[in-house]
């Protein structure tokens, strides 16, 4: 009988059962791909981890990524969560003050920086790739029906629904208002198509129009059943594409660079905030850092033949 220990983690939040929850294996040896995305499955979240030792001298360990039913290559809350969670059980060694480390992803090696003040782990951040700006849709009543809205509710005029890719692409959508955001019901077969025209089915959307005043964006995951095991309270790497685009576009500015925060997860009862750091060279994003605060809420255990 095999044992392997599990920590269950919320990410971007600072208070228990809020944010995104992550489940994280410290220590996968001996897990096979096939047994990994079955653990990821019995989990039942929007990602899981499995951490093993690193086939890259530079960085302090490999992050697998596994939805109930694929693995990523690239993804926020557990890249985030991952660093955290090694950093606060003594799994990579940290000190105070910001630790700059790099993590083995299915992308390539990237840069983690955890905060760490009197002994206690405050933020992890990570870096994404530079944002590759894709395909446009302009046709609002095409996304308006896709997400069972009117028109009116789609806020195109300064910036258009696009594919936005900073490890991983989504189609990101200018919502007029947060009663239009929560108001999003996707529509199945809508979606399906659009998403085959657009080439991702990853939609985020996402409002200037917020609840918190120290946030400068609401965003919010647009679900309908083709990945993970539902809505995803809050999408790091859909967040580093946002803050990509609406620095990019001059929306938010940046003069050489630009931090800000965003919400997600208020529509679903898992409030949390993401820290965005966007560089600039000119016009030009030249470099993406998305992270926050995390909470380890508990433990477990599991066992294999």
């Known amino acids: 009988m095999r044992s ?113 003040v009197s002994g206690k782990v405050v933020t992890a951040m990570m870096t994404q790739r530079p944002p590759q700006f894709g395909m446009q849709v302009t046709d609002a009543r095409k996304l308006a029906n896709a997400l069972s809205l009117s028109p009116d509710q789609l806020d195109l005029g300064g910036l258009t629904a696009r594919v936005v890719d900073t490890g991983i692409p989504w189609l990101l959508i200018p919502i007029k208002d947060r009663r239009a955001l929560k108001a999003i019901r996707a529509d199945g077969k809508l979606c399906d198509a659009l998403a085959k025209e657009v080439g991702t089915d990853l939609f985020h959307a996402f409002t200037q129009d917020t609840g918190d005043p120290d946030c400068a964006v609401r965003a919010r995951h647009v679900w309908w059943g083709n990945v993970t095991s539902g809505e995803d309270p809050v999408t790091g790497s859909a ?51 998305i992270g926050g605060a995390a909470v380890h809420v508990g433990t477990g255990e599991i066992w294999l033949e």
């Open 4 to 116: 392997y220990r599990y920590l269950r983690i919320d990410v971007f939040t600072d208070k228990p059962f809020g944010g995104n929850p992550l489940a994280v294996f410290p220590t996968a040896q001996g897990l096979s791909t096939e047994e990994m995305q079955m653990l990821a499955k019995e989990m039942n979240l929007s990602e899981t981890t499995f951490v093993l030792p690193s086939t890259k001298p530079n960085a302090v360990a490999r992050v697998r990524i596994f939805t109930i039913d694929r693995e990523l290559p690239l993804a926020g809350h557990p890249v985030v969560g991952t660093a955290f969670a090694l950093a606060s059980t003594g799994g990579i060694k940290v000190q105070h003050g910001k630790n700059h480390l790099q993590l083995e992803l299915g992308v390539g090696v990237l840069p983690v920086v955890i905060d760490v």
């Open 239 to 289: 967040i580093g594409c946002i803050a990509s685009y609406l620095v990019g576009e001059g929306v938010i500015l940046a003069s050489p660079d630009a931090q800000f925060s965003i919400e997600q997860g208020d529509d679903v009862g898992r409030p949390g905030k993401v820290l965005a750091h966007i560089g600039m060279s000119g016009d030009i994003v030249t470099s993406v850092q």
